[in-house]
């Protein structure tokens, strides 16, 4: 028969203590890495840079957070990566906030019924782009944003050419059949 000790809830344990980590010498010892782990997911230079100094902060704000669970470095990189999808929320917002600054931008001229449609047709063509998947919305924003080649995209994002192709044709089929809708 197997017996068990209850303990109260206010009793702790303490054998599981974490070690304290020095959070200077993971970034200098793994920043490197950490800025292309970040470069490989973000084309734009200031925009890594950012990214990885507000993983920085993130880290040594949130440092009584950290349970030992893992190794302090697969920790920050997992902020990092948190860092990065939001990041690429905010891009998608962004050109929200884009495709309305364009519509101010039609001539006052310009047919009531032509600015409707056109406003009806890029939002739905909005709406078709922020439900892709993640990683072929950011190849999209690579292709729209930085005019990059799809040889530079697979590269980036270490995938094969043809399924940089492949992923963006369904992406533009996507749009099309969206706006046509």
Known sequence: METFILTSANQTDTAHTVPPVDWEQVF???GKKLHN????RVNNHDDVEDLQQMTYLEVLKHKDKFLGASRP???VFGIALNLVRNHFKQVR???Y???DEALEHVTVDADPGIITESQKALNKAFEAMSKLPDETHQMLMLLL???VSYQDIALQLNIP???VRSRL???RGVIRQAVDA
Not at 37 to 40: A, D, G, H, L, S
């Open 28 to 30: 200098r010892q793994h």
């Open 37 to 40: 782990f970040i470069r490989k």
């Open 73 to 75: 470095e697969t920790w």
């Open 93 to 95: 917002q962004r050109s």
């Open 97 to 99: 906030e884009v495709g």
């Open 145 to 147: 944003d930085s005019d």
């Open 161 to 163: 050419i043809g399924t």
């Open 169 to 171: 044709s369904r992406a």
